[in-house]
């Protein structure tokens, strides 16, 4: 059974950090591409960030060029998104996405405010 389970979601006051993980198993993690998105209050599900199976490829959106970064552990079939400089813009629920099945992981939120 695939399963992401992401972790790492908290309040933050704006211009901290935080890194969230996304436990990967019932796949061969190495294999694919992952991705994060993310849902602000009444606003649509956006992609965030995107890395190929062994991370030679990364892409993101404008918004958080420069200061998200989306990394990989094929060791550990964990994916990271490093958040940095975050402002309350930011605030959303963060999801893990396997793009090739359609697979959503529960979500953790992220709240910047002061």
């Known amino acids: 059974q695939v399963q992401l389970v992401e972790s790492g979601g908290g309040l933050v006051q704006p211009g901290e950090s935080l890194r969230l993980s996304c436990a990967a198993s019932g796949f061969t993690f190495s294999s694919y591409i992952m991705t994060w998105y993310r849902q602000a209050p009444g606003k649509e599900r956006e992609l965030v960030a995107q890395?190929?199976?062994?991370?030679?490829?990364?892409n993101y959106a404008d918004s958080v060029k420069g200061r998200f970064t989306i990394s990989r552990d094929n060791l550990k079939n964990t994916l990271y998104l490093q958040m940095n400089s975050l402002k309350p813009d930011d605030t959303a629920v963060y999801y893990c996405?396997?793009?090739?099945?359609?697979?959503w992981g529960q979500g953790t939120l992220v709240t910047v405010s002061s």
């Open positions: 890395i190929s199976s062994y991370g030679g490829s990364r």
């Open positions: 996405f396997l793009p090739s099945r359609k697979i």
